[in-house]
């Protein structure tokens, strides 16, 4: 990483608790979390707990919320399901909620969770996520990422742990197509491909992601410091594209 010695990181894609998978190492708290940010130099994280994806999302909401408590560096994400489940708050309620609570980015987990990514399954609320610009973190293949922009093309959605092959044939289409689809950093480690991506898109539709614990921190964060792009461009992505994208959303 030599002559990046002052670049700050953004995760937007980490989390914490027991992992039902094998990887090489999780953490199971927040100060676990935090040991492994300190040892990568991460500044800042969003953070999900595993029971959001593994167990139940509602369950993992409030874990996430105490987990992190006291720990500034460390903001909370929630996971949504349908509502027709009647599994989480009504939207009104949960929008509060996520206020007072200062949960400003939501997950999606369609395959863990088995429920269809399409306008019957969410339709009723993503035209208010999209509206207030809430950033939904889906992971989804991205054919199923493109029919929900399909029907909802301002959601602003980031999309990551699409795998290390490249995608340019599945997502240049779609990065034209809809100009609030983000693409994140964690799998993102083609030869080249960072370039490229700021080559014809801008680097303001990249956010760097290290996709811990499924993903060791460093592998991210190298293919970023060592691409061949700007230093305006490289902070943007590990850092600036994140805090625009929370800075834009409406809650109240």
Aim: charge should be negative; hydrophobic fraction near 40%.
């Amino acid at each position: 990483m030599s002559g990046n010695t002052g670049l700050s990181f953004f995760d937007c894609n980490c989390a914490i608790g027991p992992y039902r998978t094998r990887v090489f190492r999780f953490a199971r708290t927040a100060a676990e979390l935090l040991e492994e940010m300190d040892f990568c130099n991460v500044s800042q994280a969003l953070v999900y707990h595993t029971a959001m994806r593994f167990d139940l999302p509602t369950v993992g909401n409030e874990l996430i919320v105490k987990e992190i408590e006291g720990h500034s560096r460390l903001l909370p994400v929630w996971t949504i399901l349908p509502a027709h489940t009647q599994e989480q708050p009504d939207l009104a309620k949960l929008l509060k909620e996520m206020e007072t609570r200062g949960v400003r980015v939501l997950r999606l987990f369609p395959d863990d969770h088995r429920y269809s990514l399409d306008d019957i399954s969410l339709g009723d609320q993503m035209a208010v996520y999209a509206d207030r610009r809430i950033p939904l973190f889906i992971r989804a293949s991205l054919d199923k990422i493109a029919g929900l922009l399909r029907s909802f093309p301002s959601l602003v959605v980031n999309t990551g742990s699409q795998g290390s092959n490249p995608l340019d044939r599945y997502a240049w289409p779609l990065i034209e197509k809809f100009p609030n689809l983000i693409f994140e950093t964690s799998s993102y480690l083609v030869d080249g491909a960072i370039e490229e991506f700021c080559k014809r898109y801008s680097a303001s539709r990249l956010i760097f992601g290290s996709g811990f614990p499924d993903n060791a921190s460093g592998a991210a964060m190298l293919a970023l410091a060592q691409a061949e792009i700007s230093e305006a461009e490289r902070q943007a992505i590990a850092l600036e594209n994140l805090c625009r994208l929370l800075a834009e959303v409406s809650l109240g």
